[in-house]
């Protein structure tokens, strides 16, 4: 079975940084996109990086300059370097994969991890 399991959130000042990992189960699979989305209450959930397998990112606006996403292929982990946080990046974190067996396409969530940036 597929997990994704992430490690790294927690409580920080404005200004401060955090580092998100999340890393996906070994499998017979491919990875492909791999991304990072957030949920702050009473919000859906929105992208915040994205990242492909020849490691091609995008970001939200929001975050542009900020953060930044990478991956380490030999090891299905991706990362998020959080720096200059400000208490609007409050939320809880998701990792996204993207599989492939074949032909076959899944997508995958960890469980979330909150991001509480507060003085």
């Known amino acids: 079975q597929v997990q994704l399991v992430e490690s790294g959130g927690g409580s920080v000042q404005p200004g401060g940084s955090l580092r998100l990992s999340c890393s996906v189960s070994r499998g017979k699979f491919s990875i492909n996109d791999m991304g990072w989305y957030r949920q702050a209450p009473g919000n859906q959930r929105e992208l915040v990086a994205r990242?492909?397998?020849?490691?091609?990112?995008n970001y939200a606006d929001s975050v542009k300059g900020r953060f930044t996403i990478s991956r380490d292929n030999a090891k299905n982990t991706v990362y998020l370097e959080m720096n200059n946080l400000r208490p609007e990046d409050t939320a809880v974190y998701y990792c996204n994969a993207d599989l492939q067996w074949g032909k076959k396409f899944s997508s995958y969530w960890g469980q979330g991890t909150q991001v509480t940036v507060s003085s």
């Open positions: 990242i492909t397998s020849s490691r091609s990112t």
